[in-house]
């Protein structure tokens, strides 16, 4: 049975999405896209909009698993805590759908998507149009988010990826 | 119509709730009590316990409208992080119940309680107990919920309140 996968990049002010299919060692594009929240709404509109909007995704394309980036933020706490705030509003729509959830450090994309963990951003960007053959390339936060996709289908094969399912976080590189 | 608040002090670890009923300017104690995530499980699965249990709390109570802490962490940005995912679930099964939401910072909690922002926490538990004339003394984070419930229902009588249940901050004192 073909798995497909949603990916999660969360952000307080965007949240970037991607869907993408498994079927054996193939990767095939469904959807992608972002979720913007109104800025300067209170936060439980936003919140409302970031929950709503994942769960017309996950109406729209059925996803039988999910993957969401881990964040760290260091820039000041109050950002730190909106980002927390974004990501849980995430994790609740999903696990409200009762998808499975893995999560991914961005090193632990970069390492599984590019090969090495220190690829910049425009490096991860090409391999998410390589691998899944796109014809131009997706706005960042959706490109993060087929990234993420990708990571988990990478990684869920083996031993690793059924901890990650189980939502442990995984510490070290790509498996062999 | 009697007006049913259901206040929320999210954490990480517990999250507690008291829900008060409002009627002219009596308030009845309801409900409080602790949602206590697994420690150790994972995030998703606290995630689970928090929106899960609170969507019990409010089909159980069935509260006209909901009031939480603004939380504020400095300790690191893991723990400040992690509050705000709780926070966001919080924030989530709220919204997803179409209840509307006001936030009050603890000081603001405080002022309206007892009267002054540096009241310390024993005072505030002092002042739920003889204002809401319980029994005995709640769990600390009950407690907690229940003093929010009651800074709502003080504040939302005013142009502050209003404010307040659009989900703006309030910054300043109580009102007069």
């Not at 090969?115 to 991860?124: D, I, L, R, S, Y």
């Not at 131009?136 to 988010?145: K, W, Y």
């Amino acid at each position: 049975m073909a798995r497909r996968i949603l990916g999660i990049d969360p952000g307080s002010r965007i949240t970037g999405f991607g869907v993408i299919d498994v079927i054996g060692q193939q990767r095939h594009y469904v959807a992608s896209g972002c979720i913007r929240t109104p800025q300067g709404a209170p936060l439980t509109e936003r919140v409302k909009v970031l929950v709503d909007g994942l769960f017309d995704v996950i109406a729209t394309y059925r996803p039988t698993e999910s993957a969401i980036e881990q964040v760290f933020v260091n820039v000041n706490p109050a950002a730190t805590l909106m980002l927390g705030q974004a990501r849980g509003a995430c994790l609740s729509a999903l696990v409200m759908r009762d998808l499975p959830v893995a999560e991914y450090t961005a090193l632990q994309v970069k390492q599984s998507v590019v090969g090495h963990g220190k690829a910049p951003k425009e490096q991860v960007q090409y391999m998410v149009v390589t691998m899944l053959n796109l014809s131009g390339t997706p706005q960042a936060d959706a490109a993060d988010a087929l990234a993420v996709a990708l990571a988990h289908a990478n990684h869920s094969g083996g031993a690793i990826g059924a901890l990650a399912r189980q939502g442990l976080r995984i510490k070290g590189g790509r498996l062999a």
